[in-house]
């Protein structure tokens, strides 16, 4: 292993351009990632904003855009949607703390593929350019969604947007797809061949085992998405027929024949499933580091930790028949996706009981990374727990596509995992930039943050089970959903005061990387790797030496040692896991 | 802040809580047969899943606070977990999840696996951007073909279904904008679409089924209440799906029989 690092070893850059721009160094590149995903999370947020104004006072003619009319209700929500999943979701745990982390907590000195780790960002930054341009063309951005279900996304007839709005969408999440793709090589192969002498999988933090498994799913789903999105490009523009039947829109026979509209659903949701765990996987890793860490106890099972990420990686791929429960699909199928789906919630609660099991009898120290941790096991629990209503098709045939669904999807992908972000950027901060963030301020967040996504995204709920359906504009034509307006009314309010709330994460957070006071090496006392080295650590992580690893990542409070936790480099003291 | 966290924890849980069972918002009255079924296995989904909720909730909250480092600390149980306890909730989550799927797909089964039976009312909804269309087959029982090459949205009726009116069975097809149904008998529905895919949701008879171009999906229900129901397009379809709304009028057999017969003179 240690000559696979050499050879893989580059000199430090010298120029502004090949050091900060172009750059071949993980860390880096993990700060590019970051911030195009904090870029990309404010205009995500700012739609979903301009969304909820627009929900609560549907006529309402606001400052700058104006009145919002029904087809641009649908594009902000399409573009949400896709902005949120792919430019943040995927982008900033996976590409941005696991790039910065992933090389320097198994011991290696960078990537395995430096080159490729730059293209796979600078790919990353041309997707996001062609999703925003998408808002400037003519027709504006699409309305179809972030699933894209054809006929609808497939013919430009069928709505506004549909134009060239929709082709730099699907161009858009092609050119990601293409870059997930690197991504995910490098992580995999970083994994399995730059790992530190005594770094055996089974000493591996659950950080890397969770960005591991997400490579893995990231290999196997970026790959489908990609072919799919180029058969829809050419049902769009060489007048194919994969997903569009015979169709008359507007009174107007399109020239389609025989395609499935089933088809892409299948394609999509192969992908769009795992999608989900792509983005909560590094979440899940992150709180089990953190949980552990700030509880100064050991992780509660980790090896069933281990097993149980490996058992959502596998299972994830097969029930993504579940979001096709009212599409069309056999229901006999259903049964089976049904049943798959339930399987898939076991693992997820083994991973909760041990994250208790880990406070359990500890001593807990209660820093700002420590508040997000538990946030997130809360959020985990709300979100998962509304997983086995929609699992069965039975209750589908009432909660499918209303905003039960939203509210679920939004708890456990959306802001648990945002909340894993929220946990690692309080907690690695100060190594990725030398400085402390501010706890009174973090303090202060993160308490406005739980309390107003709970009043965002519980509501959500109620009014799924009232029959609320989702992407609509607004709830005026309808009498029954006249009547759920209070709901959104609260829910509006609530997203304008946890949206304000987020200023003070981003004062704070660039108020810190200049200002904030100086961090030592090891600020939380901690054990993995990153905390043996400099802060921030030199360009090839170790400062020329090559870290020997003799422990589990997760010695805390060992009967007899001299401190409260015990290094991975430290003398061995307790059998590996 | 132990105490902060299990404070807010707690509060975030009794008040989601409350809300789910004190029914403020609930699922709207059920007017088919299907409805006692569905309504029971979501009220179980929620009894179970909302014990685990508490649990999981509170526990959290409580450790938070019970667990928090003082001074007077006792040193922590140092432990790399417990295989015994790991078998064991993986067992009870695994017979909790399972048992409640194979619980619902009892009624799965009973809604989709059977088609409707003989003396079922023929309906069929074809949706379109951004309007539901009934056609009836009328007294021949059969419905005449439709055409693509016929279909003209901006008429309505049955030229907006693409009705071949030459054909003999089209004679006494009926093609409404609003769906009669007599109380009491069971439905099939023939759903079809146009253009892009709709989703036909009557909250109130427990009912929804996408519809989707190129195929034709039959589906049946059974309303049991005399009633008005709205129908709300429940699959993304264009900047019109918010107002892709409906009727369907569950009225007795008479009234049915009347409705009918009054079209039918009106086609005549």
């Excluded at chain 1, 071949?24 to 995500?44: E, N, P, R, S």
């Excluded at chain 1, 290696?108 to 990353?124: I, Q, R």
């Excluded at chain 2, 014990?51 to 450790?63: E, K, R, S, T």
């Excluded at chain 2, 996408?210 to 034709?216: M, Q, S």
Aim: charged letters at 10%; a neutral charge; proline letters at 6%.
């Amino acid at each position: 292993m240690a000559t696979s690092a050499t050879a893989h070893a580059h000199a430090a850059p010298q120029g502004f351009i090949r050091k900060y721009i172009f750059s071949l160094d993980h860390k880096v590149i993990g700060i590019q990632y970051f911030f195009l995903a904090l870029t990309a999370v404010w205009v995500g947020m700012a739609l979903s904003l301009l969304m909820r104004l627009h929900l609560y006072w549907p006529s309402a003619v606001l400052p700058i855009v104006g009145e919002i009319k029904p087809e641009q209700y649908l594009s902000l929500l399409t573009m949400h949607g896709t902005i949120m999943v792919f430019f943040v979701l995927t982008t900033a745990p996976q590409g941005g703390f696991g790039n910065y982390f992933l090389p320097i907590q198994i011991g290696a000195p960078d990537m395995a593929f430096p080159v490729l780790n730059m293209l796979s960002f600078w790919t990353t930054f041309v997707a996001f350019v062609t999703i925003i341009a998408a808002f400037f063309v003519s027709g504006g951005a699409p309305l179809h969604g972030w699933t894209g279900y054809p006929p609808l996304s497939a013919i430009q007839q069928a709505g506004p947007g549909e134009g060239l709005g929709a082709d730099l969408w699907i161009t858009s999440i092609a050119i990601f797809c293409l870059a997930s793709l690197m991504g995910a090589l490098n992580f995999l192969t970083t994994t399995l061949d730059m790992r530190a002498k005594g770094m055996t999988m089974m000493r591996m933090p659950l950080t890397v085992w969770s960005w591991f498994i997400t490579a893995i799913l990231g290999l196997l789903a970026f790959g489908v998405l990609l072919s799919a999105g180029i058969l829809l490009l050419m049902d769009r523009n060489l007048g194919t027929s994969f997903y569009v039947p015979l169709v008359v829109v507007n009174g107007q026979i399109m020239g389609h024949k025989g395609g499935s509209p089933l088809l892409w659903q299948h394609l999509f949701w192969f992908f769009g499933h795992p999608e989900v765990y792509i983005a909560i996987l590094p979440g899940m890793g992150v709180t089990s580091q953190i949980l552990s860490t700030f509880s100064r106890k050991p992780i509660f099972g980790y090896k069933a930790m281990v097993y149980a990420m490996l058992a959502i990686g596998f299972f994830g791929f097969m029930v993504w028949g579940h979001h096709m429960f009212m599409s069309g699909m056999s229901p006999y199928s259903a049964f089976a996706f049904s049943l798959l789906t339930m399987g898939i919630g076991v693992p997820s609660a083994i991973k909760t009981f041990n994250w208790l099991g880990t406070m359990y009898k500890a001593r807990i120290r209660f820093q700002t990374p420590m508040l997000y941790a538990i946030g997130f096991v809360s959020l985990f629990v709300s979100g998962g727990l509304s997983g086995p209503f929609l699992a069965q098709p039975v209750l589908d045939i009432q909660l499918h596509d209303t905003y039960f669904v939203v509210g679920h999807f939004h708890l456990i992908m959306g802001v648990a995992a945002i909340f894993g972000m929220f946990a690692a950027t309080y907690y690695w901060v100060p190594k990725m930039f030398g400085r402390m963030m501010n706890e009174t301020w973090g303090r202060i967040h993160f308490f406005i943050t739980l309390l107003g996504t709970y009043a965002i995204f519980m509501p959500m709920h109620y009014l799924g089970i009232a029959g609320g359906t989702r992407r609509y504009s607004q709830y005026t034509e309808v009498a029954y959903l006249q009547k759920l307006m209070p709901i959104h009314g609260f829910m509006t309010y609530a997203a304008i005061i946890t949206i304000a709330a987020q200023f003070i994460f981003v004062i704070n957070l660039f108020w810190s990387i200049f200002k904030g006071p100086k961090a030592s090496d090891n600020p939380w006392q901690a054990t993995t790797l990153e905390w043996t080295t400099a802060t921030p650590p030199p360009h090839d992580n170790f400062g020329g030496v090559t870290p020997v690893v003799h422990n589990g990542p997760y010695e805390y409070g060992v009967p007899g040692a001299a401190r409260d936790y015990v290094m991975q480099t430290d003398p061995a003291v307790a059998p590996a896991h | 802040m132990g105490l902060a966290l299990l404070v807010v924890i707690w509060l975030i849980t009794f008040a989601s809580t409350y809300f789910f069972a004190a029914k403020t918002w609930w699922l709207p009255a059920g007017a088919s047969a299907a409805a006692g079924f569905i309504d029971g296995q979501f009220t179980l989904t929620l009894v179970l899943m909302g014990i685990v909720f508490l649990a999981a909730q509170l526990a959290l909250g409580y450790f938070a606070w019970k667990y928090r480092e003082r001074p007077s600390s006792p040193p922590v149980a140092y432990s790399h977990g417990n295989v015994k306890l790991e078998i064991v909730w993986t067992a009870l989550t695994t017979v909790l999840f399972i048992g409640l799927n194979l619980m619902g797909s009892k009624v799965w089964a009973s809604q989709r696996f059977d088609a409707a039976g003989p003396d079922a009312v023929q309906v069929e909804v074809t949706g379109m951007q951004f309007a539901w269309y009934f056609r009836y087959p009328g007294p021949d029982g059969k419905f005449a073909p439709t055409s693509v090459k016929l279909m003209d949205p901006s008429a309505g009726g049955e030229a907006a279904v693409g009705l071949d009116t030459s054909n003999p069975d089209a004679k006494d097809d009926i093609v409404t904008g609003t769906m009669y149904l007599p109380v009491d008998r069971e439905v099939d529905v023939s759903l079809r679409s146009v253009d892009v895919i709709h989703s036909f949701f009557v909250p109130n008879l427990r009912f929804k089924q996408d519809a989707v171009p190129g195929l034709n999906i039959h589906m049946h229900f059974h309303p049991t209440q005399i009633g008005e129901y709205e129908i709300a397009c429940a699959e993304l379809c264009g900047l019109g799906h918010y107002k892709m709304h409906g009727m369907v009028h569950v009225v007795s057999q008479d009234d049915y029989d009347k409705w009918l017969a009054a079209r039918e003179a009106e086609k005549q």
